[in-house]
């Protein structure tokens, strides 16, 4: 069965990924000419989704970003991220499998943290074989890579998923 605690550890793996994907700014209290029309957009629906009484206009807002810009991978793992929240699994292993299979093999991080997510959503619509042999997949890359953090993750959900 799924456990709603793994949301705090997904929650903290794909928190930890935006800000690895997030843009880089200079720091100051006037960044917004700084920023690309699509990236204004992207924090203009994450702030209706993440600090206002309208989620769903962010939500419905990113979905239209995702059409206009369906490369953006901040657009597809907010995406993915927000269906795991609201458990619909289904939908975030569509974003989940969007983003790896758009992800360079060499971008290990993004790609094997993204590959837990989805081992996540796959539990969740009670698919455990395809969640175990997902985490199999990205346990094995972790350890030549000796990824620690990841490796931890990919442990936990396998301890739980056998039992």
């Known amino acids: 069965m799924f456990k709603r605690h793994y949301f705090v550890p997904l929650g903290a793996l794909l928190g930890a990924l935006l800000l690895f994907l997030a843009p880089r700014t200079s720091g100051s209290q006037d960044d917004s000419g700084d920023l690309s029309p699509e990236e204004?957009?992207?924090?203009?629906?994450?702030?209706?989704?993440?600090?206002?009484?309208?989620?769903?206009?962010?939500?419905l807002m990113l979905r239209g970003l995702k059409d206009e810009y369906p490369r953006n991978e901040?657009?597809?793992?907010?995406?993915?991220?927000?269906?795991?929240?609201?458990?619909?699994?289904s939908k975030a292993a569509g974003y989940f499998e969007e983003f790896i299979e758009m992800t360079p093999p060499e971008?290990?991080?993004k790609r094997y943290s993204v590959m837990i997510a989805l081992s996540d959503a796959y539990a969740g619509m009670g698919e455990h074989g395809r969640a175990i042999d997902t985490l199999i997949a990205a346990g094995d890359v972790l350890k030549e890579l000796e990824d620690t953090v990841l490796i931890n993750a990919v442990r936990e959900r396998l301890t739980n998923y056998l039992k």
């Open 40 to 59: 204004a957009k992207i924090r203009l629906a994450m702030m209706y989704v993440q600090g206002s009484d309208a989620p769903m206009k962010g939500i």
């Open 107 to 109: 971008d290990t991080v």
């Open 74 to 89: 901040e657009i597809i793992l907010n995406l993915g991220q927000f269906s795991m929240q609201t458990q619909q699994f």
